[in-house]
């Protein structure tokens, strides 16, 4: 990275300040309460995010607006140009493509998320972030940053930098003490969630407790539990760099993150589960720790509005299936497995009969599907009048992707 990022005149030099944003599960809930707080303070805002969903476009967001196909592909030419033949991972290249594009576009702020751990992502050359964040770290990506908590903390705690302020959210034990040492190693300011501020529901409100200040403010659009744990990180966020109160809780009700607990009424998918009388929703968690937040937010649900309920799950085969699947014992749905498309730099998906094993391992009532529209066929005919799909970011983006209507903008 910095060998092209010199190549091309080092713009990750050339950026707005940045908030850098490492972590396990969040990362982009989070990263989407900031873009909605910080616009809605008026900033003109640079987001860069992955994986996308259904257009690569929608990883790379300029001054608010995603990035054309024309800036987009200027920029890739410019960095293939730059590189020669020398080697470059494909996250590596659009990475630099979208630092050319953040130094040449005005903005007020850059909403920088890692791709994958933190030490050595692409992401990791910035020297001096207005602010560096680090959202629940858990068991994900072992093939890449290993099967100890300890070891991918240290992993996310390497984009905190020298002076530069840091937030994390509540972690486990293991976790959290790996990531106070590596701040004070490096001498970043660490304020802990939990520790140092806190945030809560109480009374259909969130309650941010500062260090010295108390805020009342509404609850965050996004659904479940975990998102007032996302929220209440944002607000500790915003609360530091000293953003307005007002703008805090205009962004809390504006937020908008597809593919993450998103209900869907429209597209193809979303009409018939309608035509049915049924809900649909939608959920990119991949990971045990998703799973259990997903499973949390449903048990409300059920407990508010109980449904026959039906998950259609489709993985990728890197993943722990019957850590996922464990999660929803206690809702004890009706699970149909399906496969999706090619995932390019994911890896593939999991055949669908050892996903169906799997779920069942679990003591889940389980079979395979040919894919999305017969397991919604089957999951309605069965009575089914909540329907979750669920597994894979990459499956959501099929999904939305499969009527114009739906895809993110």
Not at 38 to 54: D, I, K, N, T
Not at 168 to 185: D, K, L, P, S
Not at 209 to 215: E, K, P, S, Y
Not at 237 to 252: F, N, S, T
């Amino acid at each position: 990275m910095r060998r092209v990022l010199a190549t091309l005149g080092n713009p990750e030099r050339r950026l707005p300040p940045v908030i850098h944003v490492a972590g396990t599960n969040g990362k982009g809930s989070t990263c989407a309460y900031l873009r909605a707080m910080a616009e809605a303070a008026g900033m003109a805002v640079h987001v860069y995010a992955s994986p996308h969903l259904v257009r690569f476009n929608e990883r790379i967001r300029l001054a608010g607006d995603l990035i054309s196909d024309d800036q987009l592909a200027e920029a890739l030419d410019r960095v293939e140009a730059a590189n020669g033949d020398q080697p470059l991972t494909f996250f590596e290249a659009t990475t630099a493509a979208a630092f050319l594009a953040f130094s040449e576009t005005p903005a007020d702020l850059l909403i920088l998320e890692v791709g994958l751990g933190g030490v050595l992502d692409a992401t990791n050359v910035i020297e001096a972030p207005l602010l560096s964040v680090i959202t629940p770290v858990d068991y994900d990506h072992a093939e890449f940053l290993g099967n100890e908590l300890s070891g991918i903390a240290r992993e996310k705690a390497g984009i905190m930098k020298a002076g530069r302020p840091a937030i994390i959210a509540r972690q486990a034990e293991e976790a959290q003490g790996v990531i106070e040492t590596a701040a004070a190693r490096v001498g970043a300011p660490l304020t802990q969630m939990g520790v140092d501020v806190d945030a809560f529901a109480e009374r259909g409100r969130l309650i941010f407790q500062g260090r010295d200040r108390l805020l009342d403010l509404p609850l965050p659009a996004l659904p479940g539990p975990h998102q007032i744990d996302n929220a209440g990180l944002a607000v500790a966020c915003a609360v530091e760099l000293g953003w307005p109160e007002a703008a805090i809780e205009q962004g809390l009700t504006s937020v908008s993150w597809p593919g993450r607990l998103q209900r869907l009424t429209l597209g193809l998918y979303g009409r018939r589960a309608q035509a049915a009388g049924a809900e649909l929703w939608l959920d990119g968690g991949h990971n045990p720790h998703a799973a259990e937040a997903l499973a949390r937010t449903l048990e409300q649900m059920q407990g508010r509005d109980p449904q026959p309920l039906s998950l259609i799950t489709g993985m990728l085969a890197s993943k722990d299936a019957g850590g996922f699947f464990r999660a929803f014992r206690r809702l004890d749905p009706t699970v149909l497995t399906i496969d999706f498309g090619a995932s390019g730099e994911g890896g593939s998906a999991a055949d669908p009969a050892v996903l169906a094993h799997a779920a069942r391992a679990e003591g889940l009532n389980a079979r395979s599907a040919t894919g999305v529209s017969d397991a919604l066929d089957q999951a309605q005919a069965s009575g089914a009048r909540r329907i979750l799909i669920c597994g894979s970011l990459y499956l959501a983006g099929e999904v939305l992707g499969a009527d114009p209507e739906t895809w993110p903008r």
